[in-house]
């Protein structure tokens, strides 16, 4: 009989652990605890589940739910198993010297005086609030003073031999059958920060460094427990913090570094830089990403041969690399952050949550990448593949939201198969186990029946994107590209400000330098008046335009009232100086248009002398003067 994936649900009130398809029913021997419970947490071999109380800590076999052992440890607000399960972490919240030494003399007594050494990072008088165990003996093994609540500043090696602990400005290396007694080896690092232990069967440590006063931040790669020269080492420039994460086969890792600010203005995430580098420096190579913005993800596929990153700003970009830092190809462009294989490394899961719609792609690697379903999966704060490689667990958690907590596992297919609501769900998870154990098939698996927890549960399609609104008069109309998202084919973000340039540029506004868009008295000193300071303003330079023409005629000593001179005062009806008379109304109202555009062409006139810019429309305007004078005067012949 085929294993059953299992899960556990842990609420404010009680944690469950369940069966997966087709069961989808609680562990029959596992007794829900009630109460205070903190943390929970599987072995990553599968074989153990252990929680926490206010007074201990209890292990469970979690095939069965029977309990196995309790630690007598109190107030455990964080723990963590070895990679074979052989060991437990807790840790718990400093307290003060005069409790501790209570609390120890406690311990001693519940667990038979063990050995309880510092290692020499405290006293009797000192809360040793960092504690390893044996699992099966609840022995404990070590006990120390650790003031950051961080897991990772202690890692054992795949085989569990031994064991890595960051101190201030230092790494200790223990062997595992010695831990208590001193460390075996240790490596000095003044500002180190993180370090990485890889898999596999070697003991290689990279280590990591931040960039301060000026200097670059530097990642080193030791093989343990020769600390004396690192195996590689490379310089890393605008690292305040990274992450290192190997490959499964312990062969190659990534470097992604990050600062808090963007220098360039351009991001309130940082700035991100991606780098992959071999065991022993022989391939080192910085990604070059094709679109600017931040790393939002980036993971390792299961078989180490290539590695999926989600970047940009939105709609972000998901590219795909082989172990070497080359790109193998390029996923469709969207709202994403999340990235995901499944165990096999068969099918890739690319998702957007968070403050992103929670839409979920699911792609075969295998079948280049074709898209195989897809998952309206909003809300979604958990999102995990079951250990078969062939479900999808998604989680509605607390205290991001407080409503609609929950379970749903979904088929790769985007078909729904279970469903739990849940009253403050704070976390759920998959039992760890080898992907072996459920082999994988050669042609894709049809969804299977649906529990009766999903009757008379409507799966929402994929949302579509709400239409922006529009204008009624641009209703019916394509949308300019320029106001497109780049997924919709609009212009990437690099080339936004470009296009926009490109578009004013294009503009012609009347007084405006060629080529700008821009009136040649600044837009801004108009922008900040009023309407009626703005009317006041062209009232005056009206004034100005009738004080300059009068004095212009005068000073030529035009006084002609010769019907053919260049001026227009002597022309009849101009100014009530001539007595015409028509006898049909719409030849007087025709007679009065035309020298109302005979005073508009002269106008336009003195502004082109006095050296202002006019459009193409006003030079046009001027060029009918002759037919405007024409056409009057045929109208004052034939009424005389």
Not at 132 to 155: A, C, H, P, R, Y
Not at 398 to 406: E, I, T
Not at 598 to 610: G, P, S
Not at 622 to 628: K, P, S
Request: aromatic share 8%; net charge positive.
């Amino acid at each position: 009989m085929s294993p059953v994936p299992q899960f556990y649900y842990r609420t404010s009130k009680s944690i469950g652990l369940t069966e997966g398809f087709p069961v989808y029913e609680d562990v029959s021997g596992f007794v829900k605890p009630t109460g205070n419970l903190r943390t929970c947490l599987y072995a990553p071999s599968g074989g153990y589940f252990a929680y926490t109380t206010p007074t201990d800590v209890k292990i469970v076999a979690s095939h069965s739910g029977s309990i196995l052992n309790t630690l007598v440890v109190a107030n455990v607000a964080e723990i963590k198993f070895s990679p074979k399960g052989t060991y437990l972490l807790t840790y718990e919240r400093p307290i003060s010297n005069s409790v501790a030494n209570e609390i120890n003399n406690n311990n001693n007594n519940n667990n038979n005086n063990n050995n309880n050494s510092s290692n020499g990072n405290g006293n009797s008088h000192t809360h040793q609030n960092f504690k390893i165990w044996k699992v099966d003996t609840g022995e404990i093994l070590s006990q120390f003073v650790q003031k950051q609540q961080s897991m990772k500043n202690v890692q054992f090696t795949a085989d569990e031999k031994f064991y890595a602990r960051l101190v201030s400005n230092e790494l200790q290396y223990f062997e595992t059958l010695s831990l208590g007694g001193p460390s075996s080896q240790k490596l000095r690092l003044d500002g180190i920060s993180s370090f990485a232990l890889s898999p596999g069967n070697n003991n290689y440590i990279a280590v990591f460094v931040p960039e301060r006063k000026g200097k670059p931040g530097v990642v080193s790669v030791y093989n343990a427990p020769n600390f004396q020269t690192p195996l590689s080492t490379k310089s890393l420039f605008k690292a305040e913090r990274a992450d290192l994460l190997w490959n499964k086969l312990g062969t190659s890792f990534l470097i992604l570094a990050q600062t808090e600010i963007d220098q360039t203005g351009k991001s309130y995430y940082g700035e991100s830089t991606l780098y992959i580098r071999g065991i022993a420096g022989n391939y080192d190579s910085r990604i070059t990403l094709e679109k600017e913005g931040p790393v939002h993800d980036v993971i390792w596929s299961p078989d180490s041969k290539e590695f999926a990153v989600v970047y940009g700003y939105m709609p972000a970009m998901t590219t795909i690399f082989n172990q070497r830092g080359d790109k193998v190809r390029s996923l469709p462009i969207g709202p994403r952050n999340t990235v995901l294989y499944s165990p096999h490394g068969r099918f890739l899961i690319l998702a957007g949550f968070g403050n992103l719609q929670g839409e979920v792609d699911v792609f075969d690697v295998k079948n280049s990448y074709q898209r195989v379903g897809t998952i309206d999966a909003s809300n979604t704060s958990v999102c995990e593949w079951s250990p078969d490689g062939r479900h999808i667990l998604f989680a509605t958690t607390s205290p991001r939201l407080r409503v609609d907590n929950g379970v749903k596992i979904f088929h790769y297919t985007g078909k729904l198969l279970y469903a739990r609501e849940m009253t403050e769900l704070y976390s759920a998870s998959w039992r760890p186990e080898d992907a072996s154990a459920y082999p994988i098939r050669a042609s894709l698996s049809p969804a299977g029946q649906a529990h009766g927890s999903v009757a008379g549960i409507t799966v929402k399609p994929v949302a579509k994107v709400s239409v922006a609104y529009r204008p009624p008069h641009a209703r019916g109309l394509a949308t300019p590209r320029l106001f497109k998202r780049e997924d919709e084919g609009g212009f990437a973000t690099s080339a936004i400000d470009a296009e926009q340039q490109k578009v004013r540029a294009q503009r012609k506004v009347p007084g405006a330098a060629p080529g700008t868009g821009t009136p040649a008295n600044s837009g801004m000193e108009a922008a900040s008046q009023s309407k009626t300071a703005l009317r006041n303003k062209k009232k005056r330079e009206a004034k100005k335009v009738k004080e300059s023409e009068n004095s212009a005629t005068d000073g030529a000593g035009v006084q002609s009232t010769d019907a053919n001179s260049n001026g227009f005062a002597g022309v009849a009806g101009v100014g009530g100086q001539d007595g015409l008379k028509f006898s049909d109304a719409k030849d007087e109202r025709k007679y009065r248009g035309l020298l109302k555009k005979l005073r508009a062409i002269e106008d336009l006139k003195l502004k082109k002398a006095r050296g202002e810019k006019l459009e193409e429309t006003q030079e046009t305007k001027i060029n009918t003067e002759g037919t405007v004078r024409n056409e009057i005067e045929l109208m004052a012949h034939h009424v005389s």
